[in-house]
């Protein structure tokens, strides 16, 4: 069986699910079924496909039943916290036949979480199609829809997401290390200087989010003196610039993982910060 798809399916995956963890148990389990099914592969489609079929379907079986993974800014009152996770884009640059396509491929934060409010098939259905550029019958084939069905799920999908984002630029991730570097100094000031007016906060797991500069600026005076020292180092999210922090508290011996920050940028000021305070997605960027 090969193993050459393994990185664009955990991909494919992570879109349906919204958490690179559960896409790479998925991944896994597509593997062992399209083994024990080995003998029933009657080439008619590509290998690729018949993967892409056998993920597809373990993704709409996993989804059954659960809640939808979100952002604290999309949470409805007394929703269950189920958390939309980051991905490093350190992931989608891998060497290999499909290296160039994941590089190319959506996985903005924002386009993720609409993707979160369709019905899981129609989600599959705009993956295939708009994503990755899987033709009409070829997506009806997959998922045994009629052709129709298809580009009429097509069509109420991109209803509901947003257009592509303008590519992060290399004066967006200038802005985020020096907010990063200020962060790391507890340069209060000097991070609010690069807040847009309007910025927006978040802080998965917890539910809460601010909107506003100064709503942002009382909570980092709040709460950056009890952090004591910060280790910092800028990376890339999701296509977006990101900060991954290490933390060692006052009176505390070791560095702790505190979380990773991805960063939407626009004229020259940070427009939104969602700060993911998750050890294990700590854990996968640090792998990564």
Known sequence: M????????????YRML??????EDLVQETYLKAWRARDTFDGRSSERTWLYRIATNACLDALKGRPRRALPVDLAPGEAEHWLEPVPDALLEHKGPEGALLAKERVELAFLAALQHLPPRQRAVLILRDVLDWSAAETATLLEMTVPAVNSALQRAKARVPAPAEPATPADHEVARRYAEAFQRADIPAMVRLLADDVRASMPPLRIWYQGSPAVEQALRASRPALGEIHIRCTTANHRPAVVAH??????PAWQPFGVSVLHVSDGRITEM??????????????W
């Open 247 to 252: 933390i060692r508290p006052p009176g505390e």
């Open 274 to 287: 969602i700060a993911f305070h998750d050890p294990a997605i700590v854990a996968l960027f640090d792998r």
């Open 18 to 23: 919204g958490s690179l963890h559960e896409a």
């Open 2 to 13: 090969v193993e050459e798809y393994r990185r664009e399916l955990e991909v494919h995956c």
